[in-house]
């Protein structure tokens, strides 16, 4: 409860009402005591893709509970339409398209991260996983501890279960704070073949493809194309989401047992889109994988590769007790990974932060507190010859590339998420304003990439 000031007690009761709640609107989440911070990172899942997000098969538990605990998002966007993209922005509060040299070749540069910033307030940091943020794994960027995973890479549990392994042992070996993980897992990444015991516990599951949205039959139609079977496909996707269920369930009990729960910040997100059926595979063994990359996008158009809302829009799920509003959920903030390192350290304290950042401190938003955002969001991959795309509050704005043929493109996202209807020839005003103002921020990124060997191109798809 708030304690009235004694100036303010003659004040009207109307304009008293207004400045209090002026006062909690802009009190951000508390840093006295620095929270432990839990990142858990999947890839290539969709929007769609668990049980509190729409997915009619999926059985997700403990990511479910999650969000019942938390606030879960429904207007996250990641930076990329791809994995070092989407994890630079979080890493650095920067596009991808500004740095010259890709970043999962080259790192980061002279960039700060948020691991940096972490690391200088006293901050325990580690990361576990998957990397893709720079040539050699588990190197700089303010990281103390890396694991790739423990284990056999075989898992019966899942490809991600050693990864959730090692950061479990971490935490139990020193619990103290505070600490911030990163848990990056390749679930649900080319190739999906979960484990022979996961896919049993689906045997009972038949597709209906009238459970899904109309933007997933192409999908259903491609796996059929190359010879899958859409119900043995589906039980393999859903069996992988499963397993990385169980993984994140062995996690949230570790920190319990650890009395951890109360002052750390969990976070669940996907690193972009799902990842399309591939048609073009000779090999029989590559078209069964392929024909199991059923990733759901929910009713949005588009997955991985594209900027459409099914390529950038992910699940995002916040819990911090008494600090993170419970059982939330938020249709109407639109907030972006390109957020992430403002956010955490405008709630731990850190006054240091870079000045040219592409993301905005959302920390009223995780609150529960109503929170605009000030500046466009924008995609476009690192080349200069690749169509942009924009998002102003409710508008969705494409650009052709300079040697594509598509026309320009703009969407009301509240009322048409699945781009369905092109309102660009209908609302030119709009249209026009909207290409400026994307114009504008392609003219400050730069004029050239630097190109990567084959070599480099062979390393980056290992990762």
């Avoid at 004040?11 to 620095?34: I, V």
Wanted: glycine letters at 10%; a negative charge; hydrophobic letters at 35%.
């Amino acid at each position: 409860m708030k304690t009235i000031p004694p100036s303010w007690a003659s004040l009207p009761k109307a304009l008293l009402l207004a400045l209090l709640s002026w006062t909690a609107w802009t009190t951000p989440l508390p840093a006295a005591d620095p929270p432990n911070i839990v990142f858990i990172f999947a890839d290539d899942l969709g929007f769609g893709d668990l049980g509190s997000y729409g997915h009619p098969y999926a059985q997700t538990p403990a990511l479910d509970r999650l969000a019942a605990e938390g606030t879960r998002f429904t207007r996250f966007y990641v930076s990329g339409v791809t994995c070092c993209p989407s994890r630079t922005g979080f890493m650095t509060g920067l596009h991808t398209s500004r740095f010259q040299q890709y970043p999962a070749a080259y790192g980061f540069g002279e960039e700060v991260t948020i691991t940096e910033l972490l690391q200088k307030r006293g901050y325990r940091t580690a990361h576990f996983g998957k990397w893709h943020i720079g040539p050699k794994k588990g190197e700089g960027y303010g990281i103390d501890f890396y694991s790739g995973g423990i284990g056999e890479k075989k898992d019966q549990r899942g490809r991600d279960a050693g990864i959730f392994d090692a950061a479990i042992q971490y935490l139990e070996e020193d619990a103290s704070g505070p600490f911030y993980m990163n848990i990056w897992g390749h679930i649900t990444h080319y190739a999906v073949d979960a484990p022979d015991g996961l896919v049993e516990r689906f045997d009972d599951l038949t597709v209906d493809r009238s459970d899904f949205a109309p933007a997933m039959q192409h999908k259903f139609d491609e796996c059929l194309q190359i010879g899958g079977h859409l119900d043995e496909s589906m039980r393999e996707y859903v069996a992988e989401l499963h397993a990385l269920d169980l993984c994140v369930e062995r996690l949230l009990a570790t920190l319990d047992r650890l009395g951890l729960r109360e002052n750390t910040i969990v976070v669940f997100s996907s690193d972009h889109g799902p990842a399309p059926v591939l048609t073009g595979g000779k090999k029989e063994r590559h078209r069964e994988f392929s024909a199991n990359m059923l990733g759901y996008a929910g009713g949005l158009r588009g997955g991985k590769h594209d900027q459409l809302e099914g390529g950038i829009r992910s699940p995002f799920i916040v819990r911090w007790p008494g600090r993170v509003p419970a059982g939330r959920v938020d249709t109407t903030s639109v907030i972006s990974g390109l957020d992430w390192l403002p956010t955490l350290a405008s709630i731990v304290g850190i006054r240091e932060v870079p000045t040219h950042l592409d993301g905005e401190d959302v920390s009223r938003a995780w609150a529960g507190q109503e929170r605009l955002r000030e500046t466009p969001l924008f995609w476009r991959v690192s080349s200069s010859g690749a169509g942009p795309s924009m998002l102003w509050k409710d508008w969705k704005l494409h650009l052709p590339g300079k040697r594509g043929k598509t026309p320009v493109q703009l969407y009301d996202i509240a009322k048409d998420p699945s781009e369905s209807q092109n309102l660009a020839a209908d609302f030119p005003e709009v249209t026009a304003r909207l290409t400026q103002k994307t114009q504008e921020w392609v003219d400050s990124l730069p004029k050239g990439y630097a190109k990567l060997s084959k070599q480099q191109l062979r390393e980056l798809e290992e990762d």
